[in-house]
Structure formats: C-alpha cells, structure tokens
C-alpha cells in the first residue's frame, strides 16, 4: 500500500533540506510585492537547491537570477554566515539595496520577523543596517562595489557572492576571494551577463560543468535547447530561417522550438534539468532568455535579423538574449592584424632617431619606441622590458627618443621624475572622453582612454605601424596586444576597453601613440 505524503511533510522536508527553495515558495516578495513563482521558470529552481561550494551561472538579462541570489544571501546570512556581496560600482551597489534587496526585506513579513532570530536582546538593539552592511540572523551580508581597495581588506568572509562578474574589477574579486582564507565553509558564486569570450566569467564558466538546460521532447529525445538548433537554421551566410513551418506571422501565435530528433515542436518553459558537459567540482549553468524569458520568439528572431549587420547589435543579442560570451569582429586586435603589418627588418640596437616611446609601468617597465618614417609611417626599433628608471633613460638617449609618455600610476614619483627630467617626456591620467588636456609646467596629459586605444588600433590597422620580422616571438608582447577587448558598458552607455589578464605592451603601445602626438605639439 503506497503511503501519501502530505503537503505539510513536503513544506518541512524542504525547509529543513532546501531552505532556499522554502523560502522562495513561501516567503520571498519581489521588489515589485509579487509572489516568486517557478511557473515557467522551473530552471531557478536547481540554482536555489545547488550546494556546490563554487558556482557559476552565465545568464541572459531578466531571468530572475537575481531574486535566487538575494534568497541564497539571506539564508546564508540567517544561517550565520558572513556574506561578501559585490557589484561592479558604488552606484550599481545602492541601487541594487536599495530597489531590490530592502523592497524585497521590507515587502516580506518573514524576513522582517526574522531579522534577528538568534540574537539575543542586547543585540537586537545594535543591529547595523546600511546601505553595506545588513545584520541578518547570527550573520551579516557586507554588499560591496568593486573599484574601492577598502571593503576587500576588512572582514573576513565565509560567502563570496560575485554579481554581473564581467563588469567587476577581476583584480579585486582576487583580493575577495582571499577573505574566505579562514573560513571553515568557504563559497564562491559567480553571476552575471557574459561580455566576451575570454572574459573573466567565460573563463569561470569553461572551467565548470557547463551545465546546459534540457527539455523532454514528446519522443523522449532531451533538447539541450539552443537558439540555433531549435528555432532557426541556417541556409546561407546571413540568411536564417525559421525551424517552424507552421509559424505564421499572422495568426498570433508564437514560434516554436523544434526537436532536433523527431522534428516536432516542444515546450520551451516545460519541466527540465540542467545536464553537465563535463567533469567539474564548480558547478556552472547557463541560462537563455530563450526559455527563461516571456518576451515572444518571434521578437528574438527579429532581434536577431536585425543584428547580422550590426557587430554591437550582435554582441548584445548573444550576451542579453542567449547568455552566451560574443567577441565581435574588431573588436581586438588580432595576430592577423599585426601580420599584415610585419616589415622585413630587424630591431636596431640604436637609432639616430626621431623617435618616440611609450611606457607602461607595473611589476615591470614594459617599454615600446617607433622611429618616425619621412611617409609618417611608425618603424618599432625597441620593444622590451627594463626594470629601473635609469635603464629607461639609457633607452631614451640611445634611441634619439623626442618625445615619450608614461603611464602616471600607479609609480607616481616614477613617472613624475621621469616626466620633468627631458623637455618631452610627459605623464598621462586617463580622463573622460571630453578631458584631453596638456599642463606643460606639471608635465601632465589627461587623454581619453578609449578615444586613444580606437586612435591607436586604428593605426596598426591602417598599416600605419611596422613591426619587425621577429614580432610573434617576442616574449609576452602577442598575448598582451592580444588582450583588451573594446566592450560596450550598458551602464554607462559607453564603449570601453576591459582586460581580465596582463596587456602591459598594449597599453606601451598606446602611450607611444600618445607620444606621437605630442611630437606634433612640441615641434
């Protein structure tokens, strides 16, 4: 005789087993003061039941990641663990408090109620609640932006809770990834709309299971559903058409997704699972506005007719639509670029000159000098590291070099008494895009960063910089040119240059372009 399990044995398996989920079912509220559903959204529920102790989710926009992320930092924190949650900016930090998280506490009684469950009384006076730290439980969420050094310093952690990870700043995520060192339950989540491919979460996502959400099809086929296999396919370059015969723009009805197997059409917001690809203790799903969105496939088809001729329509339908990481043509500058501008020549050991020079300091002082051609064209006679400043003013007078620009951080007396020790040597801030500006007494340039890295790639493009025979055996120099990845910044509504890795003799490169012009002005 099968013995029924009732509603009220079910409610306390998952608040003792799955809390997360409990919590969503039964207490969570959107910002919005709406009830969390897994109608439609079934594909949530495995990330808020994942106890892996690294995770990973690479997701379109408006998949209702978020929600699962404020629940999972909420047990956490309830539970008496100390939270490190970190958005890109400052700015994206309080608003995200303050329109999601607080609206969220403020709209559900639960989670009032159990603010300070396990405190004792003389604690419940002292609760901290601002806008970065929140006293939950025995615990606390410490929510952070990633271009200040200070809150990566301060607390240890046991939660490290990493949201749009592309726009953060991968240097200090590795400084929050320190403060779990002494946890003896450490976690890492890292979520977020993918940018490029390369980028730090295509990176954390490819060393994952790469698990890819499937769907049942009524011939028992599994449809890991894809944008491509199940909705269009390709006929010609830039000519796509619709897997569903049936479709008609005029009926209404939306288009369906089509069993690879059994040519039928399935559900795409139908019960699934999340099947890996490979082997893996990080735990990584990937999540398309493809099932997890409401928008009409017919639209995203649109969408996608309407970025083939569009390199930044296309990267925002692959990141925002598909979840997926998209390196548009051009967007870097590739090894085929600087082979078709290698010259027959060697690097000399000198030159009479005029030359110019570029610096970028780090650990090391990565330096590039062009000699000016009578056409204007760029000759590169030195591409090298040094490691002290009389190394590099040895290099300015044995290459003629007129006029040089180095990078102002983060060595500021560096690159100050370098800058005042020859008439045409300069430091260089980056500014905004309207900032260029020349303080010939402080020796100072203020240059747009974008502005000058498009300049400066537009000219190796252009053939405009010669490079020597031996350029793609230069120790580090392909694999930082390499590097940067011109990316657009929803927030800002910008264009921007991010590098996840090093790009020192990208950005000598640049400062050389810079050095150009201020040959020009000092002439």
Known sequence: ?????????????????????????????????????????????????????????????????????????????????????????????????????????????????????????EFKKDLIDNKSLK????????????????????????????????QCDPKRLEMGLERLGHSSDPHEIYVGNPSFVGSFLDNKYNESTKSLWTIKGDCGHFNQIDFFKHIVRQVEENEYIIRDKEFDFHTGLDIRPICDQCGKPFDRFAYGEYVATQKSDISGKQISRIFSGKSPLFQVVQNFSKALENDFKMQRFYNSVLGESYTAEGSKISARIIQNSIGDFTMPSSSVGPCIMGVDVGNEIHVRINKVLPDGKKQAVYIGKVLTLEELFSLRKNYNVVASVIDAMPEIRLSRKFSHSHPGSFRCFFGSEKSDSMNIKEKVLTVSRTNIIDEMKEQIVLGNVLFPKNILHIEEYMDHIQEPTRVWDEDKEVYSWISNRADHFFFAETYCRIAEKVLKFIK
């Open 1 to 121: 005789m099968n013995k029924q399990i009732s509603f009220s044995q079910i409610d306390a398996f998952l608040k003792k087993n799955h809390f997360p989920l409990w919590v969503a079912i039964n207490h969570h509220k959107t910002h919005t003061n709406k009830r969390m559903t897994l109608d439609g959204h079934h594909y949530l529920k495995p990330i808020l039941m994942d106890k892996s102790k690294i995770r990973v989710v690479k997701k379109s926009t408006q998949g209702g990641v978020s929600e699962c992320l404020i629940i999972l930092v909420w047990s956490a924190a309830l539970n008496g663990s100390v939270v490190f949650y970190v958005l890109p900016t400052d700015g994206l930090k309080n608003r995200f408090v303050d329109n999601r998280y607080e609206k969220s506490m403020m709209l559900s009684p639960y989670y009032r109620m159990m603010r300070t469950s396990g405190r004792s009384e």
């Open 135 to 166: 006293d939950v439980g025995t615990g606390v969420i410490n929510f952070a932006g990633s271009q200040s050094d200070v809150p990566f310093v301060e607390i240890p952690a046991d939660w490290l809770v990493v949201d749009e990870a592309d």
